[in-house]
């Protein structure tokens, strides 16, 4: 099983972690699982996402990115099915 939510970042990003905070504060308060995957150890992640991180996958289609828009977020995970 994969984790619900991946988190693309890269090293150095004040952005990145603004997201992380955010995501991790509302995975945890509702139970969902969430990685970060760091794109530049891998060349195909960096030439997919280049510098348009942070960038939150649900279920492994893209949400959003550079920033976590926390109701749109919420309601994301809330239509997931169980």
């Not at 994969?2 to 504060?25: F, G, I, W, Y």
């Not at 995975?27 to 699982?33: I, R, T, Y």
Request: include cysteine; glycine fraction near 6%; charge should be negative.
């Amino acid at each position: 099983m994969t984790t619900p939510v991946v988190l693309m970042t890269r090293q150095n990003c004040s952005l990145c972690d603004k997201a992380s905070e955010a995501v991790a504060r509302i995975c945890g308060e509702l139970g969902v699982a969430w990685s970060s995957t760091d794109i530049d150890t891998d060349p195909e992640l960096r030439a997919e996402y280049g510098d348009r991180v942070p960038v939150i996958l649900i279920d492994g289609k893209e949400h959003g990115y550079f920033e976590v828009e926390e109701p749109r977020f919420r309601a994301a995970l809330a239509r997931r099915p169980r």
